[in-house]
Nanobody
Framework: QVQLVESGGGLVQAGGSLRLSCAAS????????MGWFRQAPGKEREFVAC????????YYAGSVKGRFTISRDNAKNAVSLQMNSLKPDDTAVYYC??????????????????WGQGTQVTVSS
């Protein structure tokens, strides 16, 4: 069992930055691909970014590519999402998720085995 806890959300003006963190307990994350998803009010949860088990590959949704950076620190059992040049459309609850061994379906919610409770990110215009 893996417990994931997100932190770092908050209110920021458009153009600003936030860094989200996801801390894991219960098991090491070294066997898991890690993803970030988000869900805005009235919308479905959507893929944001993923990092492979090794950390050697990263993947991004087109809407955040070039602005967001996902990283992992297996020694700290944690994953981060650096978000720059934030836009009001980035407003959502952000969730981190763990996918045992990873795979090619990293954009799909059903691929992930564990989820955090989410952290709210609000970007004002």
């Amino acid at each position: 069992q893996v417990q994931l806890v997100e932190s770092g959300g908050g209110l920021v003006q458009a153009g600003g930055s936030l860094r989200l963190s996801c801390a894991a307990s219960g098991r090491t994350l070294s066997d898991y691909a890690m993803g970030w998803f988000r869900q805005a009010p009235g919308k479905e949860r959507e893929f944001v970014a993923c990092i492979s088990v090794s950390g050697g590959s990263t993947y991004y949704a087109g809407s955040v590519k070039g602005r967001f950076t996902i990283s992992r620190d297996n020694a700290k059992n944690a994953v981060s999402l650096q978000m720059n040049s934030l836009k009001p459309d980035d407003t959502a609850v952000y969730y981190c998720a763990a996918d045992l061994y990873g795979g090619t379906s990293y954009r799909e919610i059903r691929s992930y085995d564990y989820w955090g409770q989410g952290t709210q990110v609000t970007v004002s215009s």
